[in-house]
């Protein structure tokens, strides 16, 4: 069964460094998003994308924030001059259709920064 | 505005006994609703979905749940827990036309031999 894969599954960063987080989404899907769970706390949306534009974005996707398809596979997010607080686990996910379409998640990238 | 409710942090049931998970929601329009499984140091897995069908929904693992749009609740059950159950369950609500899931602080549901 096809899945949404994560690189890599854990990354360590010191504080002020860029990290991109790299996502393979389901072949046919054409939605992609990105949610992170700081630990303890609930997940909370990040971003979706669409067509090679954002569709969406919550107010955590400030200009720190950016996503890219850079080919047609794969789907990223960079976090640059990362802080102490971006430490969480990443979640990428994609779905064939938008709105109430189901979502699929991938494993998650821990990100730990320093 | 959405938001969700999951009104337990953590259940604990014995093995072969019934599960109850609770949630409710706030929605201003029809909502699709979710529950997703997080096993431990695993991703995210879809348990099951309403989108405006049949009120009664079976997922998988022997999961079920019922929208109340009266009682604007979710609830997940189970007649019986099994030991492989034991992981951390998320309500998540979605209207129509947006992308993002609005999720709930997650249920940790604990069983006991």
């Known amino acids: 069964e096809p899945e949404v894969t994560q690189t890599p599954s854990h990354q360590v960063t010191q504080m002020g460094q860029e990290v991109i987080l790299r996502c393979v989404p389901i072949?046919?899907?054409?939605?992609f998003y990105w949610y992170r769970q700081i630990l303890g706390q609930k997940v909370e949306f990040l971003v979706s994308?669409?067509?090679?534009?954002?569709?969406?974005k919550s107010e955590i996707f400030d200009d720190q924030f950016s996503v890219e398809r850079p080919d047609g596979s794969n789907f990223t997010l960079k976090i640059r001059s990362t802080k102490l607080e971006d430490s969480a686990m990443y979640f990428c996910a994609s779905s064939v259709l938008d709105g109430t379409d189901t979502q699929y998640f991938g494993p998650g990238t821990r990100l730990t920064v320093l | 505005a959405q938001s969700v409710t999951q009104l337990d942090s953590h259940v604990s049931v014995s093995e072969g006994t019934p599960v109850l998970l609770r949630c409710n929601y706030s929605s201003s329009y029809s909502p699709s609703l979710f529950w997703y499984v997080q096993h431990p140091n695993k991703g995210l897995q879809l348990l099951l979905k309403y989108t405006s069908a049949a009120t009664l929904v079976k997922g998988i693992n022997g999961f079920e749940a019922e929208f109340k749009k009266s009682e604007t609740s979710f609830h997940l059950t189970k007649p019986s827990a099994h030991m492989s159950d034991a992981a951390e369950y998320f309500c998540v609500v979605s209207e129509g036309g947006n992308y993002q899931l609005i999720w709930g602080a997650g249920t940790k549901l604990i069983i006991k031999p």
């Open positions: 994308f669409y067509n090679n534009e954002i569709s969406e």
């Open positions: 072949s046919n899907h054409l939605y």
